[in-house]
C-alpha cells in the first residue's frame, strides 16, 4: 500500500529526497503520515510526521535540515534531506496510520565519502 523510493549514496553536506505513494484506495488525506528510520544497531526512530491537519513534527536531530510534505491529490508523502550527516545512514520507512497502520518496504540512505 506504501512504496518508498528515492534512497541513494550520498555524500556528506549533500541532499537527498526521499519520496513515497500510496495505493489501494486509501482515503490517503485522512491518514497521519511519518517517515521513520533505522540505522544498523539501532532501533527504528521517527524523523519527521505530517498530521492530516497539516501539522509537521520533527526529530531533534533532523530539525533545521530536513523537509517534510505530503501531497493529498497525489497520495504521495516526500522528505526533502539537507546538509546530510554520515549518522543519517540508515533504512528510511515511509509510515501511514488512520483506521489501519501501512508501512513502505523502506529505501536505503547512505550518507559517506
Known amino acids: 500500500q506504501l512504496q518508498a523510493s528515492g534512497g541513494g549514496l550520498v555524500q556528506p553536506g549533500g541532499s537527498l529526497t526521499v519520496s513515497c505513494v500510496a495505493s489501494?484506495?486509501?482515503?490517503?488525506?485522512?491518514?497521519?503520515m511519518g517517515w521513520y528510520r533505522q540505522a544498523p544497531g539501532k532501533q527504528r526512530e521517527l524523523v519527521a510526521g505530517?498530521?492530516?491537519?497539516?501539522?509537521?513534527s520533527y526529530a531533534d536531530s533532523v530539525k533545521g535540515r530536513f523537509i517534510v510534505s505530503r501531497n493529498n491529490a497525489k497520495n504521495t508523502l516526500d522528505l526533502q534531506m539537507n546538509s546530510l550527516k554520515l549518522e543519517d545512514t540508515a533504512v528510511y520507512y515511509c509510515?501511514?496510520?488512520?483506521?489501519?497502520?501501512?508501512w513502505g518496504q523502506g529505501t536505503l540512505v547512505t550518507v559517506s565519502s
Open positions: 509510515y501511514g496510520r488512520w483506521l489501519l497502520e501501512y
Open positions: 505530517i498530521a492530516s491537519s497539516g501539522q509537521i
Open positions: 489501494g484506495g486509501i482515503t490517503f488525506s485522512r491518514y497521519y
